[in-house]
């Protein structure tokens, strides 16, 4: 069906075509992403981007023996194609199928997981430092896109390697774009230099990269006609940032241009010190509406091929989130938005849209924004940080020590927690109630559905302190059930009342725990139903009073089961020495792996009809 990926089942395939062969396997692959994405979902548009980039580090060096590593790795498609995965693209992201990111356990070309950004600068260094301690050798190679160099971690591990002067290739795959469109001082930089790129403007640089060759000038026809064509195209432009920390920049190189690619690699493979190349990509090549709208393709579910994606008829909670900031800043003009460069995903667009001066997209750089915003609090704003669950992780240190060692209203609107489904254990929003719960002066709600999300918005302007809201990645939903009023802090809700169990549930797991009642009804059980609306403050009244009519407590959260909501409430049941039956569900101590949210809540038990079965079994 593909005359030349058909050919391919590892990189030694690549390694035998020659550079007209690899642009017609560059084009079967986009067919195939294209294709095969259409039917599974995945990262789409930066993997259209990356083909020429991948099929060339895989002619030029020796995988696994030469280490790529990946940054981020959704853009890692073409590489797992190349290493001997097309045949389970079929299972892409599936329950039990193959990763959308880098596995250690599922290839040894996959030389580190990942999934969060900024990190492969730091790896590759590692690598590189101990291959040089052990005397060992094979080169080490970072790919790390425009969006992903903003991020501190990337900052910090370039200033290190400048200064280490390790033999080390960073390759910047820049297509100006990161989910949405790339922003910041660094991203303004790099642009220019891609603007100001001309092929008159060479510079020693391309020389010295070219004379590589021990004892080197390039002396014969061949070589000469190499480096002229090169030099077309390989400028060194303005690149005093990356030169002046101790890293050599070349730049800016045709990232489409398998041939250029392939001669610039072979010069660097065998460069001394950290350089830096520079390769210019286009997001979403090849399929025409992601060219147009890459942002639209960067991550997308099933679509048809020829209608592209079609925008869906439910709003998502987080949209909601983004129109209810609107409407509070139209009320409160101290309220402002921060993302770290989810505008999208996290709905700030729509607030960026109304208020692009109370906005800010600080990049991938959620320690940033943490204690940007606290900066912002202390000067009488109400900062509202929207981010998703498992890159606040970054933050953490940035939310005591800013945040709430001295109380800063800053909310964090935390979005995607709990499962998230096809990313897997990467971004599983899963430990957020723990690593919030020991934290002194925060207040931390999970709502039970998106109206009440709303109230709990209303309630955190109100307050002057720091404040956490987490809700789920999907659509908004409205159960329906109790009281839609003001919201106290650290107040529960009876939702029904019940006899002998009482079921304590948090956030979306209300909704489940409601459905596992119905199930439960049906065998003459009738727990009683509360939704714990707080992590922290607990409401002690109505715990008071569920503890003593009921002799079985069950609590329900989509956050690991250590640490977090049971924990609490196991504590405030030694602390008040009550006898009790306890039972805590939520996610195990483990990393939960990718598939739908429906199936791994089943999967862990903490479905519906799962949770139903182990109260019947009780
Ligand atoms: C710590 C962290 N924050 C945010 C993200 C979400 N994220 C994934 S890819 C991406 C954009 C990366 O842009 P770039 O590195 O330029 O790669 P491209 O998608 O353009 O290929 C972002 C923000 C993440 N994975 N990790
Ligand atoms: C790779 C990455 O981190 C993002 O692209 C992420 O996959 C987005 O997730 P959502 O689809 O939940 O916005
Ligand atoms: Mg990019």
């Known amino acids: 069906m593909y005359k030349y990926l058909d050919k391919v089942n590892s990189p030694s395939d690549v390694k035998s075509m020659n550079t007209e062969e690899m642009d017609m396997l560059a084009k079967?692959?986009?067919?195939?992403?294209?294709?095969?994405?259409?039917q599974t979902g995945g990262h789409l548009a930066s993997n259209l981007g990356i083909v020429e980039l991948t099929l060339a580090l895989h002619?030029?060096?020796?995988?696994?023996?030469?280490?790529?590593?990946?940054?981020?790795?959704?853009?890692?498609?073409?590489?797992?194609?190349?290493?001997?995965r097309k045949d389970d693209f079929v299972s892409l992201r599936q329950f039990n199928g193959l990763s959308g990111f880098p596995k250690e356990n599922e290839s040894p070309h996959d030389i580190f997981d990942t999934g969060h950004s900024s990190t492969s600068i730091s790896v590759a260094q590692g690598i590189a430092c101990a291959r040089d301690i052990k005397n060992e050798d094979g080169s080490v190679i970072a790919v790390i896109g425009d969006g992903s160099i903003t991020g501190g971690m990337a900052l910090e591990a370039l200033n290190h390697l400048g200064y280490t002067n390790t033999d080390m290739i960073v390759i910047l795959n820049d297509n100006e774009m990161s989910i949405d469109k790339n922003v910041g001082g660094m991203s303004r930089h790099l642009s220019g230099i891609i603007r100001n790129s001309t092929a008159n403007k060479v510079k020693d640089?391309?020389?010295k990269i070219l004379n590589v060759a021990p004892g080197g000038k390039l002396i014969s026809k061949t070589a000469n006609k190499v480096k002229d064509s090169i030099i077309s195209k390989f400028v060194p432009q303005d690149c005093a940032f990356f030169d002046s920390i101790g890293i050599k920049y070349y730049g800016p190189i045709d990232g489409h241009n398998t041939k250029e690619l392939i001669d610039i690699l072979n010069k660097a493979k065998n460069k001394k010190g950290p350089i830096l190349l520079h390769v210019i990509t286009k997001k979403g090549k090849g399929y025409r509406y992601a060219e147009n709208e890459p942002h639209k393709y960067h991550g997308v579910s099933k679509f048809d091929i020829k209608e592209g994606v079609k925008s869906g008829s439910s709003k998502s909670i987080s949209a909601l989130v983004g129109e209810k900031l609107v409407?509070?800043?139209q009320e409160d003009n101290?309220?402002?938005?921060?993302?770290?460069?989810?505008?999208?995903?996290?709905?700030?667009?729509?607030?960026?849209?109304?208020?692009?001066?109370?906005?800010?997209?600080?990049g991938i750089a959620e320690q940033h924004a943490t204690t940007f915003s606290a900066g912002l609090a202390k000067s009488g704003l109400k900062p509202y940080f929207a981010v998703y669950s498992s890159f606040l992780q970054r933050g953490y240190d940035q939310i005591i020590h800013d945040v709430c060692i001295t109380k800063k209203p800053v909310t964090f609107l935390i979005d995607r927690a709990g499962i998230v489904g096809n990313d897997g254990e990467t971004h599983h929003g899963m430990f957020d109630l723990s690593y919030?719960?020991?934290?002194?002066?925060?207040?931390?709600?999970?709502?039970?559905?998106?109206?009440?999300?709303?109230?709990?918005?209303?309630?955190?302007?109100?307050?002057?302190?720091?404040?956490?809201?987490?809700?789920?990645?999907?659509?908004?939903?409205?159960?329906?059930i109790g009281e839609y009023t003001p919201i106290k802090i650290g107040s529960y809700e009876v939702l029904s009342q019940g006899k002998d169990i009482v079921i304590l549930a948090i956030g979306s797991m209300v909704n489940h725990a409601i459905k596992a009642k119905e199930m439960l009804l049906n065998d003459n059980i009738n727990p009683t139903i509360v939704n714990a609306r707080f992590l922290k403050p607990v409401d002690e009244n109505i715990l008071k009073e569920m503890?003593?009519?009921?002799?079985?407590?069950?609590?329900?959260?989509?956050?690991?089961?250590?640490?977090?909501?049971?924990?609490?409430?196991?504590?405030?049941i030694i602390?008040?020495?009550?006898?009790?039956?306890?039972?805590?569900?939520?996610?195990?101590?483990?990393y939960v792996p990718h598939g739908s949210a429906d199936e791994i809540y089943d999967s862990i038990g903490l479905s519906p009809i799962k949770i139903a079965q182990k109260i019947k079994n009780l």
């Open 28 to 38: 079967d692959i986009r067919k195939f992403l294209v294709r095969s994405v259409s």
């Open 59 to 84: 002619k030029v060096f020796d995988s696994p023996r030469d280490k790529i590593v990946w940054d981020v790795g959704h853009q890692s498609y073409v590489h797992k194609i190349v290493t001997g």
């Open 205 to 207: 640089e391309v020389e």
């Open 327 to 329: 409407s509070m800043a």
């Open 334 to 362: 101290r309220v402002v938005a921060i993302t770290a460069a989810m505008p999208s995903g996290t709905g700030l667009n729509i607030f960026e849209n109304k208020y692009p001066n109370r906005y800010y997209d600080v």
């Open 436 to 480: 919030l719960n020991s934290i002194p002066n925060m207040t931390v709600m999970a709502p039970k559905d998106s109206k009440e999300l709303e109230l709990m918005m209303d309630l955190s302007l109100d307050m002057d302190t720091p404040v956490a809201i987490r809700y789920p990645r999907g659509n908004s939903y409205y159960l329906n």
């Open 547 to 572: 503890f003593s009519k009921h002799k079985t407590v069950i609590t329900i959260e989509d956050n690991v089961i250590t640490g977090g909501f049971g924990s609490r409430i196991n504590k405030f």
């Open 575 to 590: 602390d008040n020495k009550l006898n009790l039956n306890i039972v805590n569900m939520g996610l195990p101590e483990q």
